[in-house]
T-cell receptor, first 115, second 112 residues
Framework: DGGITQSPKYLFRKEGQNVTLSCEQNLNHDAMYWYRQDPGQGLRLIYYSQIVNDFQKGDIAEGYSVSREKKESFPLTVTSAQKNPTAFYLC??????????????FGEGSRLTVL | EDQVTQSPEALRLQEGESSSLNCSYTVSGLRGLFWYRQDPGKGPEFLFTLYSAGEEKEKERLKATLTKKESFLHITAPKPEDSATYLCAVQYRSGSARQLTFGSGTQLTVLP
């Protein structure tokens, strides 16, 4: 079955450590996204990528980094520069072009807790 | 500033008690409005896309409508399995074609 796989589902990190969240899709979608979700707030865009080897910052990119070396994969690294990294992280993908870019397919999410 | 506001924040209904959720927006040049359902601890699941005022979409007990300033998600005769957080998102012409602005959601609980 096609879909998006995020791992790990739960992750604990000590302050000052970098962590990488994995996101893999087999939907053959061109575009991929990383969102952050905090209680009582809407999803906020961290980074997005429309094609391989290209990505753009979203609204809250500071303290995060990404890569897009393969169409299927879009890993997110939460660096020690991110001041408040505890959150629920969601990876998504969409078909390229036009109005359908608002129709996102999401993974199950990764919950990061900083100890 | 472009904004998306959902109300109420939380809603409790008895099974079979119909109601509506609201999503109001202040963006200019609406490109599309999207509704998602999110179960606890899961990623959102796409429900509907609305493009222009007057448009309606239906799926089982859910019907989404759109005006020039807001969208409603009507839930008819809800069942406990409809309990979830419902998110709306707006895509606007002045933003990147790849960016959406999400509301904070309405948490719906349907009691048996």
């Amino acid at each position: 079955d096609g879909g998006i796989t995020q791992s790990p589902k739960y992750l604990f990190r000590k302050e000052g450590q970098n962590v990488t969240l994995s996101c893999e899709q087999n939907l053959n979608h061109d575009a991929m996204y990383w969102y952050r979700q905090d209680p009582g707030q809407g999803l906020r865009l961290i980074y997005y990528s429309q094609i391989v080897n290209d990505f753009q910052k979203g609204d809250i990119a500071e303290g995060y980094s990404v890569s897009r070396e393969k169409k299927e994969s879009f890993p997110l690294t939460v660096t020690s520069a991110q001041k408040n990294p505890t959150a629920f992280y969601l990876c998504a993908s969409s078909m390229g072009g036009g109005f359908r870019t608002g129709e996102l397919f999401f993974g199950e999410g990764s919950r990061l807790t900083v100890l | 500033e472009d904004q998306v506001t959902q109300s109420p924040e939380a809603l409790r209904l008895q099974e079979g008690e119909s109601s509506s959720l609201n999503c109001s927006y202040t963006v200019s040049g609406l490109r599309g409005l999207f509704w998602y359902r999110q179960d606890p601890g899961k990623g959102p699941e796409f429900l509907f896309t609305l493009y222009s005022a007057g448009e309606e979409k239906e799926k089982e007990r859910l019907k989404a409508t759109l005006t020039k300033k807001e969208s409603f998600l009507h839930i008819t005769a809800p069942k406990p399995e409809d309990s979830a957080t419902y998110l709306c998102a707006v895509q606007y012409r002045s933003g990147s074609a790849r960016q959406l602005t999400f509301g904070s959601g309405t948490q719906l609980t349907v009691l048996p």
